[in-house]
C-alpha cells in the first residue's frame, strides 16, 4: 500500500480516536453530575431513558476505539491494509469502513460463507437464516 495512503489513514484514525476519548470523558462528567442530582429527579423514567442511550454509546466507543488501536498496531507493524489469507491489498475504500479489517472482500465472502454467515462484528442473528 502506498505510504502517503498509510500515514493519511493513520492521521484518520488518530483524530477519531482522540474525539472518542473526549466524548468519553465529557460522558463520564457528565454521568457524574447527573448522578449527584438523581436524588432530585422526581421523573425516573427520562433519567432511564437517558442512561441506557449513555450506556450503548459507550459501549459503541469502547468497540471503536478497539478497532482503532488494532488498526494502528498494523499500521505499525507494517501489516496494515494486506489480507491475512492471501496477501492481497485490501482497498482503502473498504479500510477507510472497516479499518481493522484483514480480509480483503474475497477472502471475507469466503469466511462469512464458511462460518455460517457469522459476521466479525455486529449482532449475531438468533435464527440461523442463510439465503
Ligand atoms: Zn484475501
Known amino acids: 500500500m502506498n505510504p502517503k495512503t ?54 459503541h466507543w469502547k468497540v471503536e476505539l478497539a478497532q482503532i488501536n488494532t488498526s494502528l498496531q498494523r499500521i505499525e507493524a507494517g501489516t496494515f491494509g494486506i489480507c491475512q489469507e492471501c496477501d492481497a491489498g485490501i482497498p482503502v475504500k473498504r479500510l477507510r469502513v472497516r479499518p481493522d479489517a484483514t480480509l480483503c472482500l474475497d477472502c471475507q465472502e469466503i469466511f462469512e460463507k464458511e462460518s455460517g454467515s457469522i459476521r466479525l462484528s455486529g449482532p449475531t442473528p438468533s435464527s440461523g437464516v442463510i439465503h
Open 6 to 59: 498509510v500515514s493519511q489513514l493513520k492521521s484518520e484514525l488518530l483524530a477519531k480516536k482522540k474525539t472518542i476519548l473526549n466524548l468519553q470523558a465529557l460522558n463520564k462528567h457528565t454521568a457524574q453530575e447527573e448522578e449527584q442530582s438523581m436524588k432530585d429527579v422526581i421523573d425516573r423514567s427520562d433519567v432511564e431513558g437517558e442512561w441506557f442511550t449513555k450506556e450503548r454509546m459507550s459501549h
